[in-house]
T-cell receptor, first 112, second 115 residues
Framework: GQQVMQIPQYQHVQEGEDFTTYCNSS?????IQWYKQRPGGHPVFLIQ?????EVKKQKRLTFQFGEAKKNSSLHITATQTTDVGTYFC????????????FGDGTTLTVKP | ETGVTQTPRHLVMGMTNKKSLKCEQH?????MYWYKQSAKKPLELMFV???????ENNSVPSRFSPECPNSSHLFLHLHTLQPEDSALYLC??????????????FGPGTRLTVL
């Protein structure tokens, strides 16, 4: 079955440093979604990427979808303490009945 | 507030108890999901319902029994649980279970402790 892997599992950064999490799928994806879960909270949808090579920005967050549509990344520039949480990717299989499979997430901690 | 509510927010139960978790979505979505979240497995999909029909059951033990009486409500009936079932149970909904518009909206979760 489809597998979605995320690395790293944990990342500790100093406030102001950049952060990147990577998502890799065992199969070609139709789209990829990113979610953020704050400590004690629930996952919240951030963005969806659909096109090969697509890049989208949300303020300090940059999301990329690979050319082969099998990987994606989320990059945060100049992290702030409000960025702490776990970032999940969810890849939708490239079939008519495609459902989304979540990665195991990357947990980011930011030292002020 | 995402439009998905879950009750109760916290639940402590013994191994012989029977309890139910409730989820309600006010978004007009057609798909609803149950996830288990624990330290061991961050987001483990349990069940998916699309238009009140179960479309996915990920090898979940029979002590968990879902029910979807209509597209706005989803229940998870619990009986004879084990301590390892202690976790955060998250409900989510999406416009559809498959296709390009299936971003999921999560409820706040029920923190379950099995003694």
């Amino acid at each position: 079955g489809q597998q979605v892997m995320q690395i790293p599992q944990y990342q500790h950064v100093q406030e102001g440093e950049d952060f990147t999490t990577y998502c890799n799928s065992s199969t070609t994806l139709s789209n990829i979604q990113w979610y953020k879960q704050r400590p004690g909270g629930h996952p919240v949808f951030l963005i969806q990427l659909v096109k090969s090579g697509e890049v989208k920005k949300q303020k300090r967050l940059t999301f990329q979808f690979g050319e082969a549509k099998k990987n994606s990344s989320l990059h945060i520039t100049a992290t702030q303490t409000t960025d702490v949480g776990t970032y999940f990717c969810a890849g939708r299989a490239n079939t008519n009945a495609g459902k989304s499979t979540f990665g195991d997430g990357t947990t980011l901690t930011v030292k002020p | 507030e995402t439009g998905v509510t879950q009750t109760p927010r916290h639940l402590v139960m013994g191994m012989t108890n029977k309890k139910s978790l409730k989820c309600e979505q006010h978004l007009g979505h057609n798909a609803m999901y149950w996830y288990k979240q624990s330290a061991k497995k961050p987001l483990e999909l349990m069940f998916v319902y699309s238009l009140e029909e179960r479309v996915e059951n990920n090898s979940v033990p029979s002590r968990f029994s879902p029910e979807c009486p209509n597209s706005s409500h989803l229940f998870l009936h619990l009986h004879t649980l084990q301590p390892e079932d202690s976790a955060l149970y998250l409900c989510a909904s999406s416009q559809a279970a498959v296709g390009p518009y299936n971003e999921q909206f999560f409820g706040p979760g029920t923190r379950l402790t099995v003694l």
